[in-house]
């Protein structure tokens, strides 16, 4: 899930695989059992929790139909030393949460309640307005390709008090659509939580109600629940969450659209679901999906390039290893987790870390990878020359943005501050400047196909295409999400150089202002200027004064936002801010204006002719990062 502003972009995190090189495959690797898998994690464990400084974790495994393994590692109370265990500690999943989701849209459908490839606004008393001449419908929303900008506010708030009901969450914030439905991956919190709002609208259950009925009932899952705050059985049983462990333990997270990510689960529990995903909906004789259906749910659906991992009915495909690989990971501010299961093996791993950690890696990615190089050792095929290898790296090298992204909102500013750079290495390899190894080195990537990269000594891809506007779109292997190559006025490094050039300049006006009056008093010089260059020397240093105040009141609002219990106070900045910001866009006429005036004057020196230059252009370019990254429009839902 998406957290915070801050956060926006980290989740939910598909397992990468390690950049370490390697090993040989082995012949005959150990046997997955109980026996060898304590073995493994007891050594792997915790020493990864005491260097990451994470509290706790909690893993579970099954096989053929079985747990084979369950175990808690660290504490769920650092304060009180209180162990984690498997079967009596809960976890919050996260965006795992979907995958109940979408079962129970699955269930509806074979029941023949639902329709899969209907306008969804069928199902719905509010209306999605109508965009790009095509309907949204549930396998849109499954695949997440419903077209949705993303929505950051109230995923979360500060406490029970604060939160909405699902319907309200759902028609008081809907998104804006940047894209046509079934054609450009961008992940969705927001058409999630509505393809559980239509369950709840047809079944005539709350979504918790019907999953506790229909899911967590038939499979035994008697401490679980997508409910918030917790039932008073359940309320002992809540690891707390962490940033770090050696920092103080934080409260409960409450997810307002909560069929997206508010599961809260034992290890035991949740083999349970994945036993039945992996025996096609059947768990101790009880049946939550017909075989056909559970088979359709994992069968892929949709994806922008078949030689990566592609969506399937909710699920997203995570292959590796030589293993068709299914699954989810999930996060939260605290807790991140991951479940896969590896469908030709009949074998499912699920592990759930209580706390951030660091941040430097993600250990849940560096641990199924080791699980995997373990239990199922794979050596990639020698990678084939290509041909064109130098000129596609020049083709594909710039800076790209997430199709995930917040378009319409001040919030649009992550999506130029996070856009990814691919640049071209002297060795032929290209990079891409956030992809990182766990030595916190960038990672390398060399072509194998035209326009497909295999990460050097792993096994991570990344493939490039041309979509139908004719523009370069990347991907890595998350198939719910897409690169786009940015032109020259979205590049990153041209807005913040823009952003920069004009901060300082109008900083250091206002800085030797004062500085500049002391020095003339102190050599008793006069400013040579009329009593009309004077007004206006002294209104465009107000003008200044603006911009600095809106850049230091967007500065305040930001962290605001990165703070769910201050989110409720900050509509009447984003208001405020937008004025200013239109009074900003008239100095800035001021600014112009006073700078054709002294480049017009034959009695100012040089250097006067260039700073009232150099202001007119940083009015200008602040005036339009303003305008371009929506700080100026009133949008308080972002």
Request: hydrophobic fraction near 40%.
């Amino acid at each position: 899930m998406t957290v915070t502003l801050a956060a926006f972009g980290t989740a939910p995190v598909p397992a990468q695989i390690a950049p370490s090189q390697i090993p040989p495959a082995r012949s005959t690797p150990p046997e997955l059992n109980a026996t060898d898998l304590e073995v493994f994690l007891d050594g792997l464990m915790p020493s990864q929790l005491q260097r990451e400084d994470i509290a706790g974790a909690v893993i579970a495994v099954v096989k053929n139909g079985k747990l084979i393994f369950a175990k808690g590692y660290g504490f769920s109370d650092v304060a009180k030393r209180t162990p984690v265990t498997p079967d009596a500690t809960l976890f919050r999943p996260g965006s795992i949460s979907k995958l109940f989701t979408w079962t129970s849209v699955m269930q509806l459908s074979e029941q023949g309640k639902l329709d899969l490839d209907k306008d969804v606004n069928e199902y719905l008393d509010f209306k999605i307005p109508a965009a790009w001449g095509k309907p949204i419908t549930l396998k849109n929303i499954m695949t997440h390709t419903s077209g949705f900008e993303e929505v950051g506010r109230d995923l979360f708030v500060a406490d029970a008090q604060h939160m909405h009901s699902l319907d309200r969450f759902l028609k008081d914030y809907v998104p804006a659509r940047i894209f046509p439905p079934g054609v450009v991956p961008a992940y969705s919190n927001y058409a999630t939580a509505l393809a559980g709002y239509i369950v709840q609208r047809v079944s005539g259950k709350p979504l918790s109600q019907y999953v506790q009925d229909n899911i967590l009932t038939p499979l035994q899952m008697v401490r679980t629940t997508l409910v918030q705050p917790l039932p008073n059985n359940l309320k002992p049983m809540m690891s707390s969450g962490y940033n770090k462990a050696s920092d103080k333990a934080e409260s409960f997270e409450f997810v307002e659209p909560y069929p997206a990510g508010s599961l809260s689960t034992t290890a035991t529990d949740i083999s349970r679901f994945m036993i039945a995903h992996l025996q096609n909906g059947e768990f101790e004789g009880k049946q939550i999906l017909k075989p056909e259906t559970a088979k359709l749910m994992h069968s892929r659906l949709f994806n922008t390039d078949d030689r990566l991992n592609g969506m399937n009915y909710g699920f997203y495909e995570e292959s590796q290893n030589g293993k068709r690989i299914i699954g989810h990971g999930g996060d939260t501010m605290y807790f991140h987790s991951d479940l896969h299961l590896i469908l030709e093996e009949n074998v499912g791993f699920f592990v759930s870390y209580n706390s951030a950690g660091k941040g430097e890696i993600s250990p849940r990615s560096l641990l199924f990878h080791e699980f995997l190089e373990r239990y199922y050792p794979y050596t990639p095929p020698a990678a084939a020359k290509v041909q064109s290898a130098a000129e596609d790296a020049k083709s594909i090298e710039g800076f790209y943005k997430m199709s995930r992204r917040f378009d319409t909102s001040f919030a649009s500013l992550l999506t130029v501050l996070g856009e990814a750079e691919v640049t071209l290495n002297t060795d032929g390899t290209i990079s891409i400047d956030l992809a990182k190894g766990p030595d916190g080195q960038v990672k390398k990537f060399e072509e194998i196909a035209p326009l497909l990269y295999r990460e050097v000594h792993g096994q991570e891809h990344l493939g490039f295409r041309k979509d139908a506007s004719g523009r370069w779109e990347g991907r890595e292997e998350f198939p719910a999400i897409v690169f786009q190559k940015v032109g020259f006025f979205e590049n990153k490094t041209v807005n913040l150089a823009v952003l920069i050039f004009g901060l300082v300049v109008v900083s250091l006006t206002l800085l030797f202002w004062p500085v500049a009056a002391i020095v003339r008093k102190h050599y008793g010089r006069k400013l040579e200027y009329s009593r009309s260059d004077c007004r206006w020397r002294v209104l465009v240093r107000l003008v200044c004064l603006l911009f600095v105040i809106f850049a230091l009141g967007w500065a305040e609002a930001i962290s605001m936002a990165n703070d769910i219990t201050k989110l409720n106070r900050l509509s009447p900045w984003i208001i405020g801010l937008g004025i200013l910001g239109h009074i900003c866009l008239i100095g800035a006429i001021i600014a112009c204006f006073s700078g054709f005036r002294s480049v017009r004057a034959s009695k100012l020196s040089r250097w006067l002719k260039f700073h009232a230059v150099a202001l007119a252009l940083a009015a200008i370019g602040l005036t339009w990062f303003a305008m371009r990254w929506n700080l100026m429009n009133f949008r308080t839902h972002f």
